[in-house]
């Protein structure tokens, strides 16, 4: 697949450095080494860096990405709704961006009648990471957890740069636009039916798919993604709670139902075992 162009490359790099540990290391070593990923930006205005915390952040996101992905490719086989039998590693972006815009003066084309490469193909199989929770509305895919969203839009072929890409994202609306050999379109310019919070969404290019990913600034289920969609049914979500997705609070809550629940069941089976030897010893013809 065009997401997976680089596997042989880091297969090699993990060959050549026999761990997992080892090879992350090399990677954020690069990361130190050649370019600005460690670095804090000044100020606002700054275009070395990032803000403080931001860095951190997209390792985390990027993290939980994948860590989910293992639960939709669970829910997947239980539905027997497979994707595809490709590959069992899931997608790497090629391109993370924050606040990038397209260099262009050209007006944007809104594009709303585009389906010999817009829309996604009848006969093409659906990838159910890109709609779990969630809904395919044709021109974009999105799947939701408690606490954020995910957004696959596709793009044409001549889309390959982060550069042709123009995200903004605002606390109730979403606008898309590419700028692409054929002329410049808004591929999404809608509202949604809940707040985000823009500072910690982010946004990458990913193969043929734009993929924004928005942090929900309530947990909640939405019933829609933009407010112009029809409401999905929401009986059919499934709300299970990854421990990833909780809070530190809420671990150390979970953790101790589990002890006490341990507890619970030890000292039950230490009762259970008192009884049958009391009842044993009460049948014992030499009592």
């Keep these: 697949m065009e997401s997976n162009k680089h596997d042989r490359l880091f297969l090699e790099i993990l060959k050549e450095q026999r761990s997992i540990v080892t090879f992350l290391d090399s990677v954020f070593g690069f990361l130190y080494r050649c370019t600005d990923f460690f670095q804090h930006q000044n100020d606002s205005s700054g275009k070395v860096g990032f803000p403080g915390g931001v860095a951190n952040g997209v390792v985390q996101k990027l993290f939980q990405r994948y860590e989910n992905q293992i639960h939709y490719e669970k829910q997947a ?160 979500i499934d709300t299970v709670i990854m421990t990833s997705d909780l809070s530190q609070e809420e671990h150390m809550k979970v953790e101790e139902l589990i002890v006490n629940q341990g507890r619970r069941q030890q000292f039950s089976n230490v009762c259970l075992e008192q009884s049958l030897e009391d009842k044993n010893s009460s049948q014992s013809p030499f009592s």
């Design 77 to 236: 086989a239980i539905l027997g709704n497979m994707a595809s039998n490709e590959s069992d590693v899931p997608s790497a972006c090629q391109e993370i961006v924050l606040g990038v815009e397209a260099d262009t003066t050209e007006p944007f084309k809104v594009e709303t009648s585009s389906p010999a490469w817009r829309k996604i193909e009848e006969n093409q199989e659906k990838d159910v990471r890109e709609m779990y929770n969630g809904d395919d509305r044709g021109t974009y895919r999105w799947s939701q957890t408690i606490g954020d969203i995910d957004v696959f839009i596709p793009v044409t072929k001549d889309i390959q740069k982060a550069k042709q890409v123009n995200v903004k994202i605002d606390p109730l609306h979403l606008w898309v636009a590419t700028v692409g050999h054929d002329g410049n379109f808004v591929l999404i310019d809608q509202t949604f039916p809940h707040r985000v919070i823009p500072d910690e969404c982010l946004w990458s290019l990913d193969g043929e798919y734009v993929q924004v990913n928005l942090e929900k600034k309530e947990e909640c289920w939405w019933d829609r993604l933009f407010s112009s969609d029809p409401p999905i049914d929401t009986k059919k």
